[in-house]
């Protein structure tokens, strides 16, 4: 725990929240107990992956809280607390390719046609999920963050960065997009959106 805490001052706020899950359900493990870091060996994580299989823990979440793990036990190698043991080497703890989830084309017809109040919170979430769905599926913290700038009318498109990885995306404007940004379109503000 405490190199979690020191991580606060160098990581993401989500990457301490990983670390910490992760020692909370090694701890559930354990059983609530603790071990010394210089005890840890492959035996103990290959149970703990098992453990989590048979307790329904996803493959990708097992592996995620295995690498958060790791990254805990190698940050203490690094500050020599334990000596390198390579306890994770028997693991994956890559990601497992996922089944694509997308919702049918008579689900989008069915809320494009919805008729709500123009000045509803509802219309403005509508809006966003389709805004975000012709987007190409941008996140929502790109959406939100969409300035005007950022929207390119001569060459119909729009390029900004992603918010969480900083790389640059190019997105075709598209009529429907379009008709969501005049909705709301105000001069005076710098984001194409009412949500900052």
């Given at each position: 725990?405490?190199?979690?805490?020191?991580q606060?001052?160098?990581?993401s706020?989500?990457?301490?929240s990983n670390?910490?899950?992760?020692?909370?359900s090694?701890r559930?493990?354990?059983g609530?107990?603790d071990?010394?870091?210089?005890?840890?060996?492959s035996?103990?994580?290959?149970?703990?992956?098992?453990?989590?299989?048979?307790?329904?823990?996803?493959?990708?979440?097992t592996?995620?809280?295995?690498?958060?793990?790791?990254?805990?036990?190698?940050?203490?190698?690094?500050?020599?607390?334990?000596?390198?043991?390579?306890?994770f080497?028997?693991?994956?703890?890559?990601?497992?390719?996922?089944?694509?989830?997308?919702?049918?084309?008579?689900?989008?017809?069915s809320?494009?046609?919805l008729?709500?109040?123009?000045?509803?919170?509802?219309?403005?979430s509508?809006?966003m999920?389709l805004?975000?769905f012709?987007a190409?599926?941008?996140p929502?913290?790109?959406?939100?963050?969409l300035?005007?700038?950022?929207?390119?009318?001569?060459?119909?498109s729009i390029v900004?960065?992603?918010?969480?990885?900083?790389c640059?995306?190019?997105?075709s404007?598209e009529?429907?997009m379009?008709?969501?940004?005049?909705?709301?379109?105000?001069?005076?503000r710098?984001?194409?959106?009412?949500?900052?």
């Amino acid at each position: 725990m405490k190199i979690v805490a020191h991580q606060r001052a160098v990581r993401s706020l989500s990457t301490c929240s990983n670390y910490l899950t992760a020692l909370r359900s090694f701890r559930r493990f354990l059983g609530g107990d603790d071990i010394p870091l210089r005890s840890l060996s492959s035996g103990h994580i290959g149970r703990y992956r098992q453990w989590l299989h048979q307790n329904g823990v996803s493959p990708n979440t097992t592996s995620c809280y295995l690498r958060s793990l790791r990254s805990l036990y190698n940050i203490a190698v690094r500050r020599h607390v334990v000596r390198q043991c390579f306890p994770f080497s028997e693991v994956f703890t890559g990601n497992m390719a996922t089944a694509k989830r997308a919702a049918p084309l008579s689900v989008i017809r069915s809320l494009r046609s919805l008729t709500l109040p123009s000045d509803s919170s509802l219309r403005l979430s509508l809006d966003m999920f389709l805004f975000s769905f012709y987007a190409m599926g941008m996140p929502f913290a790109d959406v939100a963050r969409l300035r005007r700038s950022q929207i390119d009318f001569s060459s119909s498109s729009i390029v900004y960065h992603r918010q969480k990885t900083g790389c640059p995306v190019t997105v075709s404007l598209e009529p429907c997009m379009l008709d969501i940004i005049r909705r709301y379109s105000d001069s005076c503000r710098q984001y194409v959106f009412p949500l900052l």
